[in-house]
């Protein structure tokens, strides 16, 4: 079939949709920036189905009207509303009609169990939100309280499997149907009038579903079982606020989470307005002196770690923050960029470096996981097998997948600390890198776009990542220990080169990889140009940069930047990836991985290579390239809205002109010359336009005083006050401000179509609530 996406923009679970349909389905995207594109990419494209894996807008009358159109909506067949997931992770299950009662009974006792399944529905769209003929639903098991339980994790995870199950099964049963009213018209009608028939029937926007695929879901053939399903309205920000000295850990927790990671928490803890972000609860701030405790605004912060920040709870626990972003104000011309909470509070002048150094409580020295729920982010597990070999398991879950400089080197003391572990008599056979939810995403671009200068703090973040890698490509080695990357999770960019540098890649199959850097307009570092060409070729590893586009593990199996590919997620997944690391360690087999025979990696060359990378990445740090860099990085912490779907998506409109590029796929886009001569044309047309606007204004002041002499000539005077200067805006100083997610950050005029769960949040003045 020719399927047309409509996306808000291209996520997670869009990428994952058009990974399991392109290798059928001749797929195409389109970025819903306004009804008139959404429009003309279905006239460019003739679509035999429209499928919208991730819209926060309507869908035009226009489109949905003429071609069959399928919104993919995080919720079970009955649920409605534009916070699915946010009512779902605060609570409700069900039990309670009126939504008012419903915020009163999870905001005094909260005893509310929540739900103990969640589901995703595929529906036709019509004029009416999430109410349109079903084709087809599944359901999943949650724990809305497990630990990482945030909206993001439900969506990038259950939801995500959920919605490719459901749409391949809604493709399916279309395409049956389709068939099934072929024979209807071929049995009535012969020769053209037959064939007529088919066209109409396959180009049906009412094609219409059976009525039992709303009753039972397609893994499993069981109705919904989650509980009464209700319409809920949009979840506001003064409804997820919470009070510490009131609310249950519990409670607060699932606010925070609920919100994760857009648009976060708004709330007054800490005595000013701010987006909170993580939620973790501690179950061990018992062992904490009270006494030294500092209060802030009536919250009592009782501990810092890794620059997150732990409050205490009305029921005797700790809720960890791992973020904090401020609000948008009316002044402000963009977003600020989530960062980490002591440095945020740090830099608002909340609390003191002095206090956040007093607060901090450490964690054990052996790097085991804590024996009680805390913030966390790294930790070993060491493992026996049967044939004695002993393996470090380094889990790191970073937040988004992002790692800082800090982050960085408090990865390289773990794996310090794993070399310090393995002894001639008890060495360490192998090490496993875990990651977490996310794999990695290479360097944080909301700390470097929020510090004081980003271009050396990117610098430090890039030697401090490359020191990582170096331990994987060297000492490791160095010492006899075999490198393993378990990619479990979502990577991209510098996160994709840390894993191909070990000796062994294993990848779920669920997980979504992109290689490339230049969509964020970096050269890359991790060197990168030695593993990628190692695994893949010197063509091959080229043609991977420069595509930008997202792989599925099987693809990136097929060209060598992945060994296996095991099924599944979570703890299956954790199992068999153990065994099969159990498996290369057995005697009489080499680990060594196979790509390092096409490499040079003695120390001279990883010196060769690191330098390259380095000077590279410098000119997009420091050189007339770095705009590429400092834009993009700009775009993607403050979520700017795009201005047109890049042509690498939207097939349909590169085959209506194959000469239309990408900037990023031109051989300019790397061209400091380029860039150069760019500038000094805006430069040299910003000053001719700034100079014409002066002309103007003197012209327009001789003019006024030339009327101003006549007619006080002829005895009367009129003065004009209300005239002002034009003001010209110099290359770079303006910059688009609408986001991505507007539907989050300033009210809408109709509520938006899921499958997010999008929130109104008003542009603050002090700032203003939607009450």
Known sequence: MKILFLCTAHNSLSQRLYLALSTSHDVTIEYALSD????????????????????????????????LTLIIHPGPPGDAGPSALDWLLMGDDGSIDD??????????????????????????????????????????????????????????????????AVTLSAIVRIQDAVIDNHRVAEASKAGAKANRARTHVACSPFLTPQPGYAGFAVSDGL?????????????KAT??????????????????????????????VFGRYLYVYGGIIDDGVGELQYAGAVTIAGTKVLATR???????????????????????????????????????????????????????????ADWSLSSHR??????????????????????????????????????????????????VDHPIRAIVLMGGSYFSNGIALNVIEAAADPSTESFHNICAIDDVVHHLLHV??????????????????????????CDVVIAGSEVVLNPAYRCVGLHGSEYHTLSYSGRCGEKESKAVLRAMTPMSPLQAQAIGLVDYVFPGSGKDLEDRIRYHVA???????????????????????????????????????????????HTRRYDFVRKVKSSQTPFRFATHRRQADSKVFDEEELDSFDDINYYKQSAQQQNEAALHDQVGVELNSLIDKWSEHETMSRSHRLGSVTLHTDKEMAHVAMPGTERKTETVFSCYYKPVDAPPTPPVSPHTEPEELTPEISL
């Open 36 to 67: 008139e594109l959404m429009i003309s990419a279905v006239v460019l494209s003739r679509p035999d189905l429209v499928i919208c894996p991730f819209l926060t807008t309507f869908v035009p009358k226009e489109i949905y009207d003429h071609v």
């Open 99 to 164: 939504e008012t009662q419903l915020l009163q009974q999870l905001s005094t006792d909260g005893a509310l169990a929540g739900r103990s399944h969640w589901g995703v529905t595929a529906l036709r769209a019509t004029q009416q939100l999430d109410a349109g003929p079903v084709w087809a639903f599944d359901h999943f098991s949650i724990n809305i309280d497990q630990p990482g339980m945030t909206k993001s994790e439900v969506y990038r995870g259950p939801v995500t499997v959920a919605a490719i």
């Open 223 to 235: 109705p919904f079982q989650g509980g009464k399903l209700r319409h809920r309205p949009l979840l």
């Open 239 to 268: 409804d997820r606020d919470f009070d510490p000295c009131r609310h249950t850990a519990q409670q607060i927790s699932r606010r925070i989470r609920c919100g994760d990671s857009q648009p976060g928490v708004m709330t007054q």
């Open 306 to 364: 890794n620059e997150a920040i732990c409050i205490a709870t009305s029921d005797g626990k700790g809720i960890w923050i791992t973020n904090t972003r401020r609000p948008k104000m009316r002044r402000d011309t963009a977003l600020w960029p989530k960062v980490p909470a002591t440095f945020g509070l740090v830099e608002l002048g909340i609390l003191t470096a002095d206090q956040v150094q007093q607060l901090h409580w450490a964690l054990p």
């Open 374 to 423: 805390t913030f966390q982010e790294v930790w070993v597990d060491f493992n026996i097998d049967d044939n004695r070999n002993r393996t470090a398991y380094l889990h790191f879950e970073f937040y988004n997948g992002a790692m800082s400089t800090r982050r960085c080197l408090h990865l390289i003391d773990a794996m310090d600390y794993i070399l310090s572990r393995s002894t």
């Open 476 to 501: 490791f080695p160095s010492h006899g220990i075999a490198t393993v990357a378990a990619i479990r999770g979502n990577a991209a960019a510098g996160g994709v080169a840390l894993a191909t540098a």
């Open 583 to 629: 498996m290369l360690l057995r005697p009489g087999i080499s680990i060594r991985g196979y790509w390092k025979a096409n490499v040079d990696l003695l120390p001279s060359a990883l010196a060769r290579a690191r330098t390259m990378e380095l000077c590279e990445m410098s000119k997009d740090f420091w050189s007339a390239r770095s705009i590429r860099y």
